[in-house]
Structures are given as structure tokens and as C-alpha cells.
Antibody, heavy 121, light 107 residues
Framework: EVQLVESGGGLVQPGRSMKLSCAASGFTFSNYGMAWVRQAPTKGLEWVATISYDGSSTYYRDSVKGRFTISRDNAKSTLYLQMNSLRSEDTATYYC??????????????WGQGVMVTVSS | DIQMTQSPASLSASLGETISIECRASEDIYSNLAWYQQKSGKSPQLLIYAANRLQDGVPSRFSGSGSGTQYSLKISGMQPEDEGDYFCLQGSKFPFTFGSGTKLEIK
């Protein structure tokens, strides 16, 4: 059974940093691209960042580029999101997701339970 | 960025009723469209990928259709457990974007 378990969230002051982790199990982690998706309270979903299966390629939404870094440790089957210079608008539940492809079709097939990040003084 | 316009924002359906939710992309996304269900306090669950392919384990009353810029999710025979929020996702081009969501309730 595929499991994605996020950790590392909480309350942080604006301008500070926080690092999220996602422990993966139930599949061969090193074969899959992974992503972070967030959801602000009572809002819709927003893709944040994606990393390729081997970590060689990363992609970010403009609003986090230069502040957030997605990375992975395939030996530990763990995905990370380092978040620096946090802003109030980064307040959200952050989901770890697994990338899947069907031909040229890309989607997220499994999601973690989510971890809440609150940026406030 | 590709904008995903989802409608309706909310929907109330009777048990057994057939409903449809639409997503319109601001440009051709070549069937690179997925649908998700999110129940209150839970993470999203994949229903449909590649516009019309049913994810394993998802009931057959769910179906997807569409091409180009217009896509739809149909539930044929509303069940109590279908209450929740529904989102579409375009995976055609970075940044990937979601529809704004449809809240589906039992009438």
C-alpha cells in the first residue's frame, strides 16, 4: 500500500524558515517524480513544486521560486520542501504527492494526509 | 499560465440523480486532465486521469469526457458517499493548475 506521511509543519513567523518532510513507503520511491501541492484554508488547490525521479530536474511556481527548494533522498525514500522567507500567503496545508504518467498525461495519483503550515507573528 | 474555469461552484443533487461538473481550459490541454474528490478534512483522491480513464478502485458511476479545452465529470446516480468537493487538474504545462472546485451536496 502506497503511503505518504508528511511532517515538519507548525507555526512560524514571517521571514523565517521551515522544512517539510514526506516519508514514502509501499512503492519504489526512486522510480517516481514527486510534488508538493498546497491548499490555503477554505481555498482551492495550488501546485507548488515538482522534482524528477532522480532529483536532476526541479520546477516551481513563480510565487515560491527563489524561496522554496524541493529535494529528495532516494536512499531514505523521503521528499523535502525547504521553505525560506515565509510569508503570510504561504499559510496552507501542504500535501506530498506522487507523480504518475499515462502517455503524455501527467497527474498526481497518491496524496499524503497533509501538514499545516501557519505563517504568523 | 493555463486558467481552469470550473462550474458550477456548488451543486445539490438527489440520491440517484445524474450530475455533471465542467472544466474549461484557457488553451488546449490535449486531454491532460484529471479529476479529484476531496471529502471534508481529508486529502484529495484521484477519480479520473487522461480525461476519461477511471482510476483503479473508483466506482464505475464516475466517468470523464472531453478534449481540447472542454472537459466534464459525470456521476451517474448520486450516492451519499459522493458528497464532497471536486477539482480538476491540468497537467499539460507548468505551472500545473487546478479548477476552483465544486461543492457537491445531497439534496
Amino acid at each position: 500500500e502506497v503511503q505518504l506521511v508528511e511532517s515538519g509543519g507548525g507555526l512560524v513567523q514571517p521571514g523565517r524558515s521551515m522544512k517539510l518532510s514526506c516519508a514514502a513507503s509501499g512503492f519504489t520511491f526512486s522510480n517516481y517524480g514527486m510534488a508538493w501541492v498546497r491548499q490555503a484554508p477554505t481555498k482551492g488547490l495550488e501546485w507548488v513544486a515538482t522534482i524528477s525521479y532522480d532529483g536532476s530536474s526541479t520546477y516551481y511556481r513563480d510565487s515560491v521560486k527563489g524561496r522554496f527548494t524541493i529535494s529528495r533522498d532516494n536512499a531514505k525514500s523521503t521528499l523535502y520542501l525547504q521553505m525560506n522567507s515565509l510569508r503570510s500567503e504561504d499559510t496552507a496545508t501542504y500535501y506530498c504527492t506522487r507523480d504518475e504518467y499515462y502517455g503524455y498525461n501527467y497527474y498526481f495519483d497518491y496524496w499524503g494526509q497533509g501538514v499545516m503550515v501557519t505563517v504568523s507573528s | 499560465d493555463i486558467q481552469m474555469t470550473q462550474s458550477p461552484a456548488s451543486l445539490s443533487a438527489s440520491l440517484g440523480e445524474t450530475i455533471s461538473i465542467e472544466c474549461r481550459a484557457s488553451e488546449d490541454i490535449y486531454s491532460n486532465l484529471a479529476w479529484y474528490q476531496q471529502k471534508s478534512g481529508k486529502s484529495p483522491q484521484l477519480l479520473i486521469y487522461a480525461a476519461n480513464r477511471l482510476q483503479d478502485g473508483v466506482p464505475s458511476r464516475f466517468s470523464g469526457s472531453g478534449s481540447g479545452t472542454q472537459y466534464s465529470l459525470k456521476i451517474s446516480g448520486m450516492q451519499p458517499e459522493d458528497e464532497g468537493d471536486y477539482f480538476c487538474l491540468q497537467g499539460s504545462k507548468f505551472p500545473f493548475t487546478f479548477g476552483s472546485g465544486t461543492k457537491l451536496e445531497i439534496k
